[in-house]
């Protein structure tokens, strides 16, 4: 699927409209921030601990990455790179409907009709 850039193009004071509640985009971004940076990592870095996992820095999962290596089975090296938690937040437009413009050769086919009656 295509991702939408849409919502990180809207200012922070544009409003959005749910369920006849109204709020405004910059503070739709803050909670979210809040959401994903400090809860989210907190659930993190417990879950982590509690199964054992040597990460430190769970901060980096969200912002840059993890630099880590991995080894394949059956590859003859570790590839280096990062690990990385990615969290999409989207707003996918509604498809607007379509109507058939009206063809200039519908008179005609509805003059040929008539003709043929």
């Known amino acids: 699927m295509e991702e939408n850039w849409y919502l990180q193009e809207c200012r922070d004071d544009d409003v959005i409209s749910s369920k ?19 809860r989210l990592v907190n659930i993190v870095n417990a879950t982590f601990q509690e199964r054992k996992l040597p990460v430190t820095n769970t901060q980096e999962f969200l912002d840059s990455g993890l630099e880590c290596e991995i080894l394949k089975i059956g590859a003859k090296a570790w590839e280096s790179g990062k690990i990385r938690i990615k969290i999409a937040v989207e707003f996918i437009p509604d498809e607007p409907e379509i109507t058939e413009p009206e063809s200039p050769l519908d008179d005609l086919r509805r003059l040929i009709h008539e003709d043929d009656l």
């Open 20 to 38: 006849e509640k109204l709020f405004k985009v910059g503070k739709f971004r803050e909670t979210l921030n809040h959401v994903f940076t400090q």
